[in-house]
């Protein structure tokens, strides 16, 4: 291990206080997959916590899961949102199939809490979409349809992020957007999945195990079998796919921006353009960061006697 046992140690300290905001405790193999700036192996990073230096004096450890100490309770947590995330996945699918089918749809993702089995009972699902260029707010509309009908048959369901292909290199690049990142499970395109991941290799620098898509992809993936694109899609999209369709595009995005800028005030986290729609109101990323520093800036010194 090329780095002191203090660091090493902190650093699995701070991510299990990241993941706190949220009231999910982690596995040993989601501590290593999610570790904060070190490349630990997975073995350096079991023996760390089996080593018997973290748990109990900077740790707890319930149900094979660890937490922050006096935060126990997140165990029985986690059980309850695992299951409603897992009744809730098939309705992701299905209607992330129906998202993909729509006009200029290139990639469609879960992402938020479904994304690590940690909604809510009640929650939504929310999806990032990546479209064709020049088409992203028809493309939008289409989608929209989608959630209308969702919601006539009582799910919710939040598109809430769409980028063209030509806008994946993000310029948003903190610890929450690493995050947001390596947790989403793309269920359609996955070949501009990986293009999105390689084009934000400075996720590296805050998540260097966070390679490729999460576990839960598998579970996705039983369900996307045999996929195919609708021929009305293709109709569409030749019929759209013009200069007449992109100034159409383009007088949908000034009467939607128009219109989010009248009904909402404060955007600093979101951010529209011909390529990017982030409808993100509500400042959860300030406050996820917030919480998080205050969590992991508390006073730490080593433990006596520990190696250094």
């Known amino acids: 291990m090329n780095t002191s046992w203090f660091e090493a140690e902190q650093a699995i300290v701070n991510t299990v206080s990241y993941v706190d905001v949220f009231d999910y405790p982690l596995t040993p193999a989601e501590i290593h997959r999610y570790l904060i700036r070190l490349p630990l192996t997975s073995a350096e990073t079991h023996g760390l916590l089996d080593a018997g230096r973290l748990v109990p004096a900077r740790l707890s450890r319930r149900d094979g899961l660890y937490m922050l100490p006096g935060r126990e309770e997140v165990a029985e947590v986690r059980r309850q949102r695992r299951a409603a995330s897992q009744g809730l996945w098939p309705a992701a699918v299905a209607y992330g199939r129906h998202i993909a089918r729509m006009p200029f749809v290139r990639m469609v993702a879960v992402t938020g809490s479904l994304s690590v089995n940690n909604v809510m009972p009640g929650g939504d699902i929310d999806y990032l979409v990546i479209t064709a260029d020049d088409h992203l707010w028809v493309s939008r509309a289409f989608v929209l349809l989608v959630v209308r009908w969702a919601a ?21 690049r903190n610890l929450y957007t ?12 996955r070949p501009i999945y990986d293009y999105l991941r390689r ?9 260097p195990n966070a390679a490729g898509p999460p576990p839960v992809l598998a579970q996705a993936q039983d369900y996307l079998r045999g996929l195919a694109p609708s021929p009305a ?76």
């Open 178 to 189: 690493a995050h947001e990142l390596a947790h989403m499970v793309p269920l359609y395109g």
């Open 199 to 207: 084009a934000n290799g400075w996720t590296a620098r805050y998540l």
């Open 233 to 308: 899609r293709a109709l569409v999209e030749a019929t759209l796919g013009t200069a007449t369709g992109r100034r159409l595009d383009r007088w949908e995005m000034t009467r939607k921006v128009r219109k989010f800028r009248r009904l909402y005030h404060g955007w600093q986290e979101s951010d529209f353009s011909a390529d990017t729609c982030k409808g993100h109101f509500n400042h959860h990323q300030q406050r996820v960061i917030t919480a998080y520093t205050q969590r992991a800036t508390a006073p730490i010194e080593p433990v006596a006697g520990q190696p250094q």
């Open 152 to 172: 006539r048959r009582g799910q919710e369901i939040c598109p809430n992020y769409f980028l063209s292909q030509r806008a994946l290199r993000l310029h948003d």
